[in-house]
């Protein structure tokens, strides 16, 4: 796979796994254990979504429909986070094979330190 594909591949994930967690918070909004699980979930796989908290909508979703300002920018630097770890795994799996221990130990890490919020 060449480098270009690997980067827009991530790219793509990196705005389709906030829409899909938009749309499951909507869905499980009514219950509140349901919707802490689903929070938690969304920190790991969207950790821009922190940034959500400065929106002025009344409910993430409703910044979809709004467009709101600080959706478009956590989308930004998810799309950011994603492809910087695309890159890296690209590299790792044509380059250097040793490039995804500190790549994975990093993300494990971190998804870790999230998860214990």
Not at 50 to 65: D, E, K, N, R
Not at 80 to 89: C, D, E, R
């Amino acid at each position: 796979m060449r480098a270009r594909r690997a980067l827009l591949l991530s790219a793509a994930a990196a705005v389709v796994v906030p829409v899909a967690c938009l749309i499951i918070m909507q869905a499980t909004d009514q219950s509140p254990a349901a919707s802490e699980l689903v929070l938690r979930f969304v920190v790991l796989v969207w950790p821009s979504a922190i940034m959500l908290m400065a929106s002025q909508s009344p409910t993430p979703f409703a910044g979809v429909v709004a467009l709101d300002p600080v959706l478009l920018m956590s989308l930004a630097a998810n799309v950011l986070l994603y492809t910087l770890i695309g890159a890296a795994v690209w590299a790792g799996f044509t380059k250097r094979r040793l490039i995804l221990v500190p790549v994975a130990l990093v993300l494990v890490a971190l998804w870790w330190r999230m998860w214990t919020l």
